[in-house]
């Protein structure tokens, strides 16, 4: 069974950066794909950055193109999520969550949802 635990969110001001990281417990964290959703008040969940299980394939959305990076290190059992020239819009609880394929990177079709961690992005 997938567990998962995210962590690194904070309050930064526009333009700076964060580094998100989704912890995975359990001996099958390399047959999943990971995918990075957020919630922000009153909007539903929304993906933001899927990675393959594998092979590093990755989809990100449209607003984030060029701004995060997501990665995973199958030796650690994580994925990260750097989060680089932040928008007060990226403001939003982050969670991670697990699926068979990175694409579509939708909430529908992932599970083993964590906590989520809160990034603010405050000017």
């Known amino acids: 069974q997938l567990q998962l635990v995210e962590s690194g969110g904070g309050l930064v001001q526009p333009g700076g950066s964060l580094r998100l990281s989704c912890a995975a417990s359990?001996?099958?964290?390399?047959?999943?794909?990971i995918g990075w959703f957020r919630q922000a008040p009153g909007k539903e969940r929304e993906g933001v950055s899927c990675?393959?299980?594998?092979?590093?394939?990755?989809y990100y959305a449209d607003s984030v193109k060029g701004r995060f990076t997501i990665s995973r290190d199958n030796a650690k059992n994580t994925v990260y999520l750097q989060l680089n020239s932040l928008k007060p819009e990226d403001t939003a609880v982050y969670y991670c969550g697990g699926g068979l394929r990175f694409r579509p990177c939708v909430p529908a079709v992932f599970h083993s949802w964590g906590r989520g961690t809160q990034v603010t992005v405050f000017s």
């Open positions: 359990g001996l099958t964290f390399d047959y999943y794909a």
């Open positions: 990675i393959s299980s594998s092979d590093g394939s990755a």
